[in-house]
């Protein structure tokens, strides 16, 4: 048993569901104090988050990730126990096994291996772990970030471990994603007697002409780094159930994953002109989850670019396909961030699992980051 594997079996085998860490950091923080690193845990609300650096001095290399797994479905429905990682035919399953308690474990295997051979790097490394990425995301990194900028810590390069690849390991980095911002909507109308709609008045139909107009609409064309912003409705809801009361509201919860190309004041404008171009009574309360973040050719990139060719023997595409990370709360302090790490193919699905090789791969990729950056 490697390293890597006897670490990442030891991390998966903890139920740690959101928010609840379960004492996954202790491990991480044990290990990394004993190569030299300087731990803080760092509680905000009922979520543990852990800093860990090794040096004082710049750049700052930083490794991010969370110890948080979203729930396991119906356990009946595994091949294995969800919490006790199995491996058959070369392929370890278990919650958290691909997002992502498998690169955690290679990060840290990858320092172990580099302290041994060089004490004396070029910087500083640390770790950003949480226990709050699949939840809120309320009490988790944001709140590192912020206890970072009072202390003055400035992050140089960042490498959130999220499960980016796709057939193969490394095959995507994202370097890249895009913001997200949601709106729940109430389209106020008058409840009545469905046989005398003069005496109501339908919220259902009152949005309709707007809603044709919301999905119509051209936010942005994107860019050479970004898909055109999406508008989607998520869930709408209206009546009281029964088939002749006309109901008195209509509520609607959308969201946008929007570009670089437009901003989040625009978005809410724009909707909110929409509905006024309507005349309709409404509330609207935003939720803004991220911004876009782009990070260009430069180092982390080119680095994490290398090390997979040579590692891997494959060129790497750069992507911004999928949802938000918690990359989104580095980025904005002027890091240059990627996401790289497993296949996602099964993350948050009944039978998460890894292939046992890609463990061996993804510690071999950060050890040669590493070394690319801090030597």
Not at 114 to 140: K, M, Q, R, V, W
Request: aromatic share 6%.
């Amino acid at each position: 048993m490697t390293a890597t594997l006897d670490l990442a079996k030891q991390l998966i085998s903890i139920p740690s569901v959101t928010p609840d860490d379960m004492g996954c950091q202790k491990i991480i923080g044990e290990r990394l104090s004993n190569i030299g690193f300087d731990i803080k845990n760092l509680r905000f609300g009922e979520v543990d988050n852990l800093w860990a650096r090794y040096g004082s001095n710049g750049p700052l290399f930083v490794f991010a990730g969370h110890t948080d797994v979203v729930p396991t479905g119906p356990a009946e429905q595994w091949s294995s126990d969800p919490f006790t990682p199995t491996i058959s035919d070369g392929v370890m399953t278990g919650r958290g096994s691909a997002d992502m308690k498998s690169s955690i474990a290679a990060m840290v295997c990858a320092c172990e291996q580099l302290l041994a051979e060089n004490t004396d790097i070029n910087g500083s490394i640390a770790f950003l772990i949480t226990s709050d990425e699949e939840g809120p995301a309320i009490d988790g990194t944001v709140k590192v970030i912020d206890y970072l900028e009072s202390k003055n810590e400035k992050i140089d390069w960042c490498l959130v471990g999220e499960p980016s690849s796709t057939d193969t390991v490394g095959d995507v980095i994202k370097n890249r994603r895009r913001g997200s911002i949601s709106g729940d909507l109430t389209i106020h109308g008058g409840q009545g007697h469905i046989a005398y709609p003069l005496l109501a008045k339908n919220p259902i139909h009152l949005f309709a002409a707007a809603l044709h107009d919301l999905c119509d609409e051209v936010w942005d064309n994107g860019n050479d780094h970004f898909p055109p912003t999406s508008f989607q409705i998520s869930n709408i809801n209206g009546g009281t159930g029964a088939s002749n009361v006309i109901p008195g509201d209509l509520k609607v919860q959308f969201n946008l994953r929007f570009s670089t190309e437009i901003s989040e004041q625009q978005i809410k404008q724009r909707i909110e002109s929409i509905l006024n171009s309507h005349q309709l009574n409404y509330t609207l309360d935003w939720s803004l989850s991220g911004y876009p973040f782009l990070t260009t050719d430069g180092r982390l990139v080119d680095a994490a670019r290398q090390a997979i060719k040579s590692v891997c023997g494959i060129d790497s595409e750069l992507s911004t396909a999928g949802g938000t990370s918690d990359g989104r709360f580095i980025a904005p302090t002027g890091a240059q961030v990627v996401e790289l790490g497993p296949i996602n193919e099964s993350i948050h699905k009944i039978n998460e699992n890894i292939n046992i090789d890609e463990l061996e791969q993804l510690t071999e990729i950060y050890l040669d980051i590493l070394k690319r950056l801090m030597t």
